[in-house]
């Protein structure tokens, strides 16, 4: 499997994910311009990308979706929620509720708590590897823990630091919405989760969706670090996706 996260933060977000027979982005929150040349940077053809699945319906998830779908064709992956959100018509779809496999690819779907109608995580795996994809999300329910545990790789929301977040100039009801269970991962909860995600197989973190006014990529990654120190978990590769960058493209 290869990944590269084409972009993340609250002015858009979106990944390109490959396996030896398909090649998928999840989320479309740039334009698609910028998207198409972000892929070109790889050596990916935009016209080569079969679908996109998406994440939930914020603007910085979606913004790109009908420029790219009007000229290159992909299949969307969402929910029926999802579409009834969107302000345009899509004709090829698939309703994605529950695990499926689309040729050598395998993806789950762990549901995520944000203020929307619906929003999915993702598990992707091919052969012996797994991309866990979380982003936008209050909190991860227990029950899915089992499922998230030892997998290859960990694209995790660390959206804000909460002293930053309470000491910023966001207004009182816009801080309460980002903490609630509906809101976003602080960065205490992303490496919660993590630390307790982590397991032998787990090669590589990509810390996504930092807030640029209530984080700061030294003050995600300490903290992640802290907590992994501190439990005894070993630490894995860790990097910080950024708004305008693309990391490397990452073989597994």
């Known amino acids: 499997m290869k990944i590269c996260v084409l972009a993340?933060?609250?002015?858009?977000?979106?990944?390109?994910?490959?396996?030896e027979k398909t090649k998928s982005l999840v989320d479309l929150g740039m334009s698609a311009s910028y998207v198409a040349?972000?892929?070109k940077n790889i050596g990916v053809d935009p016209s080569s990308i079969q679908r996109v699945f998406i994440t939930h319906t914020h603007a910085d998830h979606v913004s790109g979706l009908k420029v790219f779908l009007k000229k290159y064709h992909p299949t969307i992956y969402l929910t029926?929620?999802?579409?009834?959100?969107?302000?345009?018509?899509?004709?090829?779809?698939?309703?994605?509720?529950?695990?499926?496999?689309?040729?050598?690819?395998?993806v789950s779907v762990i549901k995520t708590s944000h203020d929307v109608a619906d929003s999915n995580g993702y598990i992707f795996s091919s052969l012996d590897k797994s991309i866990v994809y979380i982003t936008d999300t209050g909190y991860i329910h227990v029950k899915n823990f089992d499922k998230l545990k030892n997998k290859s790789l960990y694209v995790f929301e660390s959206n804000h630091d909460v002293r930053l977040l309470r000491e910023g100039k966001y207004?009182?009801?816009?801080?309460?919405r980002i903490l609630s269970d509906k809101g976003h991962l602080s960065n205490k909860d992303?490496?919660?989760?993590?630390?307790?995600?982590?397991g032998d197989n787990t090669e590589k973190i990509i810390l996504i969706h930092l807030s640029e006014e209530n984080n700061r990529p030294e003050i995600a990654l300490k903290t992640l670090l802290d907590t992994l120190e501190k439990k005894g978990v070993r630490r894995p590769d860790i990097e910080i996706a950024m708004q305008r960058e693309s990391t490397e493209l990452i073989e597994l």
């Open 8 to 19: 993340s933060g609250s002015k858009g977000n979106c990944s390109y994910i490959e396996t």
């Open 190 to 198: 992303s490496a919660y989760y993590l630390s307790n995600f982590i």
């Open 171 to 176: 207004p009182y009801y816009l801080q309460q």
């Open 37 to 39: 040349k972000s892929l």
């Open 80 to 106: 029926k929620k999802m579409e009834d959100e969107l302000d345009f018509d899509i004709y090829d779809k698939v309703y994605i509720d529950k695990d499926t496999s689309i040729a050598d690819l395998n």
